[in-house]
């Protein structure tokens, strides 16, 4: 199979690429950027793989996108393009490729009105298809599938750095995008129940949880794995979907602050007569940091599903983890190559693309992953990649 992977200079390109050069039957990976050729081309050069060719492509131009996407299976938009995730999209369609992304920010109803015409060429584009809407998504269809009626589903996420602050020298570290982090720690907590969408406070529901690292403290975010379970299964009588995350103490406390402090604005501010972004200020003293002299940060990511319900007439819970350990061989296998950061979103892409380019998701149109890929296949591989996957089901009293 032929894929075509845009953002390449991205984090999650990156281990979208070692993924897929790690798989026999993907002979050709198509990867392009517009902006920071340099370090994609230095990418290409370090992977030294036959397989790779490199461009430089503004994806959002639909017309040059999909004549670059021609001869190839599938699309792999990894490039962060508010406001025009659909124009990738529809070159995709016009190419003949399967689509997928791991977010367009808000483009779903844009996206989801182009279903006929993927239908009717027998293609397929699946959207937020990343870690967590995702991944966590299809963590949710795989312990529904396992039960007969399901009541609630509640997800209990961590990004923890396991090294101590006390042998760090940055004041900040973070294991994903910075500005995500600070927009999730300031808005809405997004629940479902009884039937209806809930914005609660931030960070709103606070409880200790048992993580394999250790016990943190998971809170509410503007996720949006409630709404969208909800109306994917609005048929199995769920009563309550609720998605929490923790970090660690230390990055919670430091979050929170700049946060109250109103670091996460995006709306301009008057300081001295000049209109200034409080989150631009941020950004720009974070990035004047030196760089990190004591040990690095360390991330593990753990995400659990719990699925409560009834199996054979017995209340019944299902419990799913999916781990990134950064002491695991899978994790030395990619950061070896030159995976860095919160690098597993790119990994679930990758995944979902192989399956698309393999005929392994049937269904087409426009989906949700949880709406139409194998969610028992998914974990599989998601545990033959090299994740730590545990899944655990007990009778509830």
């Known amino acids: 199979m032929k894929i075509a992977l845009t953002g390449g200079a991205g984090i999650q390109a990156m281990s979208a690429m070692i993924y897929l050069l790690d798989q026999e039957d993907v002979d050709e990976i198509f990867v392009s ?38 001869g190839y299976d599938v699309v792999i938009n990894s490039a962060m393009v508010k406001g025009r995730f659909v124009n990738v999209t529809r070159a995709a369609l016009a190419a003949g490729a399967h689509y997928l992304d791991m977010t367009s920010l808000g483009e779903e109803p844009l996206q989801f009105e182009l279903n006929d015409e993927f239908e009717k060429r027998g293609l397929t584009a699946i959207l937020d298809m990343g870690t967590a809407p995702g991944l966590s998504n299809i963590m949710a269809a795989y312990c529904i599938e396992r039960l007969e009626r399901t009541e609630s589903i509640d997800f209990a996420w961590g990004v923890i750095n396991v090294t101590p602050a006390d042998r760090q020298t940055r004041p900040m570290q973070w294991g994903y995008g910075f500005e995500g982090i600070m927009h999730l720690m300031s808005g809405p907590s ?31 975010m503007p996720h949006r794995e409630p709404e969208m379970l909800a109306e994917s299964f609005a048929d199995a009588g769920i009563r309550r979907i609720r998605y929490r995350q923790a970090f660690d103490a230390e990055s919670e406390r430091k979050y929170a602050f700049l946060r109250d402090l109103g670091f996460a604005s995006h709306e301009p501010i008057d300081v001295n007569g000049a209109q200034v972004a409080p989150y631009d200020v941020l950004w720009a003293l974070i990035e004047r940091l030196p760089p990190e002299r004591g040990q690095p940060a360390r991330f593990v990511s753990e995400g659990n599903c719990i699925a409560r319900g009834t199996k054979d007439g017995v209340r019944t819970e299902v419990r799913l983890m999916v781990r990134t350990d950064p002491d695991s061989e899978m994790h030395r296998h990619f950061t070896s190559r030159g995976a860095y950061g919160s690098y597993r979103t790119g990994i679930c892409a990758a995944i979902t693309a192989v399956m698309l380019g393999r005929g392994e998701v049937t269904k087409r149109g426009v989906y949700r992953p949880e709406q139409c890929v194998p969610a028992t296949d998914y974990i599989r591989e998601q545990r033959r990649v090299g994740m730590e996957v545990e899944e655990a089901v007990r009778e509830l009293e």
């Not at 950027?33 to 131009?61: K, N, P, Y």
């Open 33 to 70: 950027d517009v902006r920071h050729l340099e370090r994609l081309e230095q990418r290409i050069a370090r992977l030294g793989d036959r397989r790779l060719r490199v461009s430089c492509l503004d994806c959002t131009d639909e017309d040059a996108a999909a004549q670059a996407f021609t």
């Open 190 to 220: 997004i629940v479902y129940e009884d039937g209806e969408i809930k914005r609660l406070e931030p960070r709103a529901m606070p409880e200790p949880y048992p993580f394999k690292s250790g016990e943190q403290v998971i809170a509410g």
